[in-house]
């Protein structure tokens, strides 16, 4: 069964794309009752043979859920153009991971040569190492090459294919930023629909990052509840996610964010939010029975 919802046919230097089965589109209210068992297995190791998430940057937590840690370097030293040309196949065969990488160098290049780059220097050079307009000037070298190519450095591209390609990690950024996905707010005012497509597409990446035991989607769920801007806001459902998330990765930060959360609401409100963790937890962190990692 293919659950694909707001589905991105590659083009360019991909002909097409399919999201891995069961992968996409799935909001977390809906596993309960369409695909409850198949989710509760499916935990870190199952998704990086999938290529879905790079191993090497799992770190696991409680149960199903881990975090994800990605190194600073997003490539190897030398051409760009190279590297990303050498993923280009991987990822015409559904590698989430190599059309994530491809973003992420396609990022890395296009910040290198923002204008942005030159006015931050000059604002704050005296904190800089001292070597760092060499780097920048290594990095730009061999950056070339990509930004010449416009099917290479369309970041817009690899973002929207690596995340309906099933990674959790593009859809974190897919969520977190709007402007990377359509464009600025001239074109949200031309296509409205765009916006409401953008929105709903959103919510289901991150809900199904949430039953995959993502904590990035967990904590992503917690604020888009809070701000209302992808979804109607609601401060139980903000506060919910918000104590998965302290349960499952207990930190000093996210227990202060589920303080500030509780503030203002009721006795009442507070129930609520708990009773919500609860079956949130069960349905994106707890192993069945026999599945203990």
Same mark, same amino acid.
């Given at each position: 069964m293919l659950i694909l919802t707001g589905g991105f046919v590659a083009?360019? &230097?991909?002909?097409?794309?399919?999201?891995?089965?069961?992968?996409?589109?799935?909001?977390?209210?809906q596993v309960a009752t369409v695909t409850r068992a198949s989710y509760r297995r499916v935990d870190a190791s199952v998704l990086a043979a999938q290529h879905l998430i790079d191993p090497g940057t799992v770190r696991p937590l409680a149960g199903r859920a881990f975090s994800i840690e990605r190194p600073r370097e997003r490539?190897?030293?030398?051409?760009?153009?190279?590297?990303?040309?050498?993923?280009?196949p991987a990822a015409g065969r559904g590698d989430a991971v190599a059309s994530y990488r491809l973003y992420l160098i396609a990022a890395e290049c296009d910040?290198?040569?923002?204008?942005?780059?030159v006015e931050t220097y000059r604002m704050t050079r005296h904190l800089l190492a001292p070597d760092y307009t060499a780097q920048l000037a290594r990095q730009l070298e061999e950056c070339e090459g990509l930004l010449m190519d416009p099917a290479l450095s369309d970041r817009r591209h690899w973002l929207k294919l690596s995340a309906v390609q099933g990674s959790p990690e593009a859809a974190l950024i897919y969520a977190a930023s709007i402007e990377e996905v359509i464009g600025g707010p001239a074109q949200w005012a031309r296509h409205p629909e765009q916006v409401i497509a953008y929105k709903r597409q959103a919510m289901d990446y991150l809900f199904n990052g949430a039953a995959q035991g993502y904590v990035g989607a967990?904590?992503?769920?917690?604020?888009a509840y809070e701000s209302g801007f992808l979804t109607p806001a609601d401060?139980?459902?903000?506060?919910? &996610?918000?104590?998965?998330?302290?349960?499952?990765d207990p930190s000093p930060g996210s227990e202060g964010l589920a303080h500030r959360l509780e503030e203002g609401l009721s006795v009442q409100q507070r129930s609520?939010?708990?009773r919500q963790a609860a079956v949130i937890h069960e349905e994106c962190c707890v192993n069945l029975a026999g599945e203990d990692r």
């Open positions: 083009s360019r &230097y991909l002909t097409s794309s399919q999201a891995p089965e069961g992968q996409v589109g799935l909001p977390l209210a490539r190897p030293p030398g051409d760009a153009a190279l590297f990303a040309k050498a993923l280009v910040s290198a040569a923002s204008p942005d780059v967990l904590s992503s769920l917690s604020q401060p139980v459902k903000a506060l919910a &996610y918000r104590w998965v998330v302290q349960q499952v609520d939010a708990r």
